[in-house]
């Protein structure tokens, strides 16, 4: 079974940076597709990035596009979210979710989750 664990969320103000971490286990995380999706107040969930399993290919939201990095290190089963000139806007639960094929920029198809991790923007 794919366990998910978000980490390296916090409060950081307008203009800051912050990484996040998707730490897997259960599972060969190579061959997962992993897309990182946020949930802000009041919000429906929406993608933010995603990347391929073997990192080759990555993908963003027009709204974080020049702004956040995926990455992934197969070997310490790990997915990472940099986050660089954060914004009020950018507030939100930040969840972690993996598919095992091609990536999918559609939220509903990733089977596995983490459980978030908050990111509160001040202005």
């Known amino acids: 079974q794919v366990q998910l664990v978000e980490s390296g969320g916090g409060l950081v103000q307008a203009g800051g940076s912050l990484r996040l971490s998707c730490a897997a286990s259960?599972?060969?995380?190579?061959?997962?597709?992993v897309s990182w999706i946020r949930q802000a107040p009041g919000k429906e969930r929406e993608y933010v990035a995603r990347?391929?399993?073997?990192?080759?290919?990555?993908y963003y939201a027009n709204s974080v596009k020049g702004r956040f990095t995926i990455s992934r290190e197969n070997a310490k089963n790990t997915v990472y979210l940099q986050m660089n000139s954060l914004k009020p806007e950018d507030t939100a639960v930040y969840y972690c979710?993996?598919?095992?094929?091609?990536?999918?920029?559609?939220?509903?198809?990733?089977?596995?989750w983490g459980q978030g991790t908050q990111v509160t923007v001040s202005s």
């Open positions: 259960g599972v060969t995380f190579s061959s997962y597709a």
């Open positions: 979710a993996a598919r095992q094929g091609l990536s999918s920029p559609s939220i509903g198809d990733y089977t596995y």
């Open positions: 990347i391929a399993s073997s990192g080759m290919n990555t």
